[in-house]
């Protein structure tokens, strides 16, 4: 609810506008004008603290609303407020940890609890009998309320987070201790990097060279590697852990440029160019020593008078 | 009198056949007794009119003959029989015609009688029925070729990755380009064995044999268990190991051998027979089946029921016939139904039949890819390139066979030479992969599974190697779905070039292989390369290469096969979108009037390579000014009604004649009519149509007349008889007659056709053709104004008749 310090001039009316608004946040857009704009005051991003929304009641609220005109009648109202106020959370959350990419580690209490107040819109009964699922959720046909959970849960799933996360006390979600190790080998590797790329070598052109980094830190990394190819193997990889990886990876590969291969080009090519040159010798050898096979020819046998034979061309056997 | 049987030389230095001549090959059946073929050296003085290989032969004994001559009943001098190297105009003499017409015997119409109506629709229905188990089965038998392919083919891949992941890290990596090429030799070795020296009629993909035979040839050993078998190995060996081929050529080949197998309702290489269906032992019904099952293996191959239809109406039937559609149709789409559902229970989601990875080349979404009228032109560009590519792929191809007929063909050197490819592939696929700087982060679809990382960064993979690790099909599907940007343009034209060369050197092996999936992904890549050009050149405006990449492997695949029809609706079904159905319909149109008027189609170049006497749908141009006194085989060797089992034992030993069906015809005085120069002119009056087959049943059942008399009930001969001999007749050598039986008589009147078709002998070879083809005859019977056998006209001597240049040419026939 509004703090009391800011609104004090505005009391009286605007405790009365609440409680005539409060329908209205249920059934939104019939009373509106189209392309009606919300007052500036609303679109405040006053976020403070615990990210608190502040509310400006300052629409006409429509008498014949169902919801009725005391908040204490449906207990559809407050729900919305707190689903509202969850789903900032959860909005905050995830952007402020967007890169580096840790939604699913940093966000869990926000996404539990911002499904639990949806939950409780799902299951909850007014007194007319009618849901809270109904009134909230299906009255119009835009359906904000529906379209933010899908679009945060749909987020979380394509994230996987679920897949790093396990239930933990009082039926929330937490982190699972995979995720943790795993997370704990990546502060030692990048620790790693960090210190033995201070102090740069320069090598015989003057090009920095970070053999340090690459002598130094090569199994803590192999280690990362191992751990993370067994979490793929088992399926229990979410969004954080491949964004880290993938970091991860881009510096070894080419801030660092450790990746050490062989390559062994004269053999490889000495190795084709001879076996490309034995079907060579054998279709000549077999065009040389094979006997050709021949078709032995066999006289049809036809009536004498051929008088229309001259007409006829005679194949040209090759 | 030398009777010198030598055997020919076979060395390629002896150009003019002037060697020694061994059998003579007697112009008239020889009245001899059976066995010893007469065989002389002579010094033959036929002329010949030109060095190659036609020529008329003149049948007056010039001067100069030498008293060597042996009996004087002999009346024609035999040439000395020419030798030349093996080309495409060549009618081997091996191949036979199916008996697609039916016989109106006697006791053909005393069983209809018996049976009556209720049967008739009891045949109906088993029909179906049997139609319905062609589709399952062949379903069943494209699935565990899918299955066991991607089985294989994983393993070798993960163990490959293995050894490359090892040997990229510690060196060494032209070890690991062995071991690459080891594997694939090894496991095509296996494939190649089991085809050079199991069974040769398997190599290929199957689809020129299936042509023939629903054309209406009998090619030997086509359609047995035998051949299946090694079909559906050898085209796992080639596949898993690694050559440039497809399996879907093959599941066609395996659809036609089950439906022959199963509509007899026996076994003959396995000695069981389960007493059913026994009214369908006749060509005419196993030639329909066929049909029915080489539509089933096209849509189990491609998921397209239609198209099988229409594959298998293309290439087969003679004409429309609506129930046989109605049937084939059925056939089809049971075989897709269950295909779907086998696969939906691989991939774990059983019973989902519309699960989109069963589609073979991924879905087209109406919604996702757009194409505008001004593209149209641009489709009919690529379509004449793909005509063009096509053309020089056939060509090459061509050169490539007639070098392996004539010069590789013992089954070790076959099977040695499917190695040396296998090995090659292995080392092109490597250096490709090896130089190849492309590094692409792996996309979250994960439709390859076998990815290399090689020379690359860390979680980033080589895409050439992705494209080379994949089975074709998952290839092509990634170049028809992956978005703009998944493919380095150097990488597509290197792939292209390089993947051409290999799949021309590929197909023709001694191997099971497919040429539909290379020829696909060879034009998907060059057809994405120019989408990839394409929207380089509009900066963005043309942004999606994977519409170019579909026209560029329609237009490749219509380029080397030349079909059209079926190849349309099979594509558009394979992709799930008739909206392209027009552009593939021109880029298919316009690729097959180029490549035809450059080359021919890769099916009908094997076809005449193999010497078979095919017969294409229209008689060739110019052919009526021949007539059937032209065309016609004569003399002609007829039976009389009451004919002696000793003259019939004799005929049908003859080595030097191989008949196959004789006329019957009516005994009395003047039979044979002469003419001045001592010739036969006609044979008598024509009665009926005797087919060695059935001779040869009479003779081993002894259905004589002689027997009938000393009060034994007559023995007479069912449909039954004959349906048990079918399809491998016994040959006459096995068959033994004693002397006193060899004077015994047969009556032919109750088994011979009594209405053989004729035509006069003024008839045009124009329209002897199109009564040949149209009924599927076997012989044809030419007549003069009095009902009197001249000649008979069978498919070799139809066959040999091909316009070519500014004329029509007769193409000679040869022995083998």
């Not at chain 1, 130094?216 to 993370?228: D, H, I, Q, V």
């Not at chain 2, 396995?270 to 096209?298: N, Q």
């Not at chain 2, 993947?499 to 001694?510: D, R």
């Not at chain 2, 497919?514 to 992904?521: A, D, M, Q, T, W």
Request: net charge neutral.
């Amino acid at each position: 609810m509004a703090t009391k310090g800011r609104l004090v001039p505005f009391l009286i009316p605007s405790l009365l506008l609440l409680l005539l608004l409060l329908p209205f946040l249920a059934f939104p857009a019939g009373a509106w004008g189209p392309g009606g704009s919300l007052p500036h005051a609303w679109l405040e991003p006053e976020m403070r603290g615990g990210g608190e929304v502040p509310l400006y009641p300052v629409y006409p609220v429509d008498p014949v609303d169902p919801l009725g005109p005391t908040p204490d009648e449906s207990p559809c109202a407050p729900l919305l407020v707190e689903f509202a106020r969850r789903s900032a959370e959860l909005a905050l959350c995830s952007l402020r940890h967007a890169r580096p990419l840790r939604l699913c580690g940093s966000c869990v209490i926000q996404q539990w609890s911002a499904n639990r107040t949806y939950g409780m819109i799902l299951t909850t009964v007014q007194v007319n009998n009618e849901t809270c699922e109904r009134t909230l959720l299906r009255s119009d046909r835009l359906q904000l309320v529906y379209q933010q959970h899908s679009f945060s849960q749909g987020l979380w799933d394509a994230a996987s987070c679920e897949a790093c996360l396990v239930n933990g006390t009082n039926g929330t979600r937490e982190v699972a201790s995979w995720m943790i190790s795993f997370m704990q080998q990546l502060n030692k590797t990048r620790t790693c990097f960090h210190e033995n790329s201070l102090v740069p070598r320069y090598d015989l052109e003057g090009n920095v060279k970070h053999s340090a980094v690459c002598n130094n830190c090569r199994t803590a990394y192999n280690t990362l590697g191992k751990m993370y190819a067994e979490l793929q193997k088992n399926g229990s990889l979410c969004i954080d852990l491949e964004d880290a990886m993938n970091t991860t990876r881009q510096l070894w590969s080419v801030q660092f440029n450790c990746v050490e291969y062989c390559s062994d080009t004269p053999s490889v090519l000495a190795v084709s160019i001879f076996m490309c040159m034995l079907p060579i010798f054998f279709y000549m050898s077999s065009v040389i020593h094979s006997r050709q096979r021949k078709r032995r020819l066999v006289t049809s046998k036809r009536m004498k008078s051929t008088n229309s034979s001259a007409s006829l061309h005679r194949a040209q056997a090759q | 009198m030398a009777n010198i049987l030598k055997k020919v030389s076979w060395s390629s230095k002896d150009d003019d056949g002037g060697g020694e001549v061994n059998e003579a090959t007697s112009l008239v059946g020889s009245r001899r007794g059976s066995g010893a073929s007469v065989a002389g050296k002579r010094n033959s003085r036929s002329r010949f009119l030109s060095s190659s290989g036609f020529r008329t032969v003149d049948l007056t004994d010039g001067d100069g003959i030498s008293e060597e001559i042996l009996e004087s009943q002999e009346v024609f001098t035999s040439p000395r029989p020419k030798e030349i190297p093996h080309s495409e105009n060549l009618l081997s003499q091996k191949y036979e015609s199916l008996d697609y017409d039916n016989c109106e015997n006697q006791l053909f119409l005393e069983e209809e009688h018996n049976l009556g109506v209720k049967r008739v629709k009891f045949m109906e229905a088993g029909r179906w029925t049997v139609c319905m188990a062609i589709g399952i089965l062949t379903a069943l038998v494209a699935c565990v070729i899918d299955i066991v392919i991607e089985q294989l083919a994983g393993l070798k891949y993960k163990i490959l990755k293995q050894y490359i992941d090892t040997f990229t890290a510690d060196g060494g990596l032209s070890v690991s380009m062995v071991i690459w090429a080891a594997m694939n030799a090894g496991i095509v070795m296996v494939g190649s064995i089991l085809v050079a020296f199991g069974e040769p009629v398997a190599a290929g993909s199957g689809i020129p044999q299936i042509k023939c035979y629903l054309n209406g040839v009998k090619i030997p050993h086509v359609v047995r268990l035998k051949t299946l078998v090694v079909k559906v190995l050898g085209v796992i060996c080639s596949v898993a190991g690694g050559l440039a081929v497809g399996k879907e050529g093959p599941m066609i080949h395996s659809g036609a051998v089950i439906a022959a197998g199963v509509s007899q309702g026996r076994s003959t290489t396995l000695k069981k027979d389960f007493k059913v269906l026994e009214y369908f032992r006749r060509d005419t019904e196993k030639r329909d089946f066929v049909s029915a099952g080489a539509a089933a293996g096209v849509s189990a191959a491609f998921g397209a029921p239609v198209g099988g239809v229409l594959f298998s109406l293309e290439e087969g039937a003679s004409f429309w016939n609506q129930y046989l559609t109605w049937r084939i149709f059925f056939a089809s789409v049971i075989s897709t139904f269950t295909l779907n559902f086998v696969l939906s229970w691989y991939h774990n989601h059983l019973g989902e039949l519309s699960y989109p990875g069963l589609i073979n080349f991924g879905a087209f979404e109406s919604t996702g890819i757009a194409y505008y009228i001004y593209e149209i032109p641009l489709f009919l560009i690529m379509g004449v390139f793909g005509g063009l590519l096509g053309a020089l792929f056939n060509f090459l191809n061509y050169w490539l066979t007639v070098l392996r007929i004539r010069y590789i063909h013992r089954p070790a050197q076959q099977v040695l030479e499917a190695m040396l490819v296998a090995t090659v592939t292995a080392v092109v696929s490597f250096t490709m992969i090896y130089f190849s700087n492309d590094c692409q982060p792996l996309g979250e679809d994960k439709s390859a599974d076998y990815t290399l990382q090689l020379f690359c960064n860390d979680g980033e993979y080589n895409s050439m190697a992705t494209t080379f690790f994949n089975t074709p099909e998952k290839s092509v599907r990634s170049l028809f779905h992956d978005p703009p940007g998944t493919y380095n343009p150097v990488t597509l034209g290197l792939f292209c070039l390089s993947y051409f060369l290999v799949a021309c050197w590929t197909y023709g092996l001694a191997v099971s292989s497919g040429v539909f999936i290379p020829s696909l992904l060879l034009g998907a890549a060059w057809g994405r390369l120019f989408g990839i050009f394409l929207s380089y050149m509009s900066k963005g405006a043309w942004a999606d290469p994977g519409k170019y990449a579909l026209m560029g492997a329609a237009a490749q695949l219509g380029g080397i096969v030349r079909m059209t029809l079926s190849l349309t609706v099979i594509l558009v079904e394979a992709t799930g979108n008739v909206s392209y159905g027009l552009p593939i319909m021109l880029v298919l149109m316009m690729a097959k009037w180029v490549g035809d008027f450059c080359f021919e189609g890769l099916y009908d170049i094997h076809i005449k390579l193999q010497s078979v006497p095919f017969m294409g749908w229209e008689p060739p141009a110019t052919s009526h000014s021949l007539t059937a006194s032209e065309v016609m085989s004569h003399p002609v060797v007829c039976f009389k009604r009451f004919e002696q089992v000793g003259r019939i034992v004799d005929i049908l030993s003859d080595n030097t004649a191989n008949h196959n069906g004789f006329p019957v015809v009516e005994e009395g005085e003047n039979v044979v009519n002469v003419n001045e120069q001592g010739d036969a002119d006609d044979f008598g009056k024509l009665r009926g149509l005797m087919l060695r087959s059935q001779l040869i049943v009479l003779l081993k059942h002894k259905a004589f007349m002689e027997r009938s008399d000393v009060g034994e009930p007559r023995h007479r001969l069912t449909l039954k008889d004959f349906r048990d001999a079918y399809p491998r007749f016994p040959p006459i050598q096995s068959i033994h007659v004693s002397e006193e039986e060899r004077e015994c008589t047969v009556d032919l009147s109750s088994y011979m056709n009594p209405t053989p078709y004729t035509v006069p002998q003024e008839a045009s070879l124009h329209r002897i053709f199109k009564l040949f083809r149209a009924l599927g005859l076997r012989h044809l019977v030419v007549c003069n104004g009095d009902n009197r056998v001249i000649g008979l006209v069978t498919r070799k001597d139809l066959a040999r008749y091909r316009y070519h240049k500014g004329g029509l040419e007769e193409v000679p026939l040869t022995q083998t």
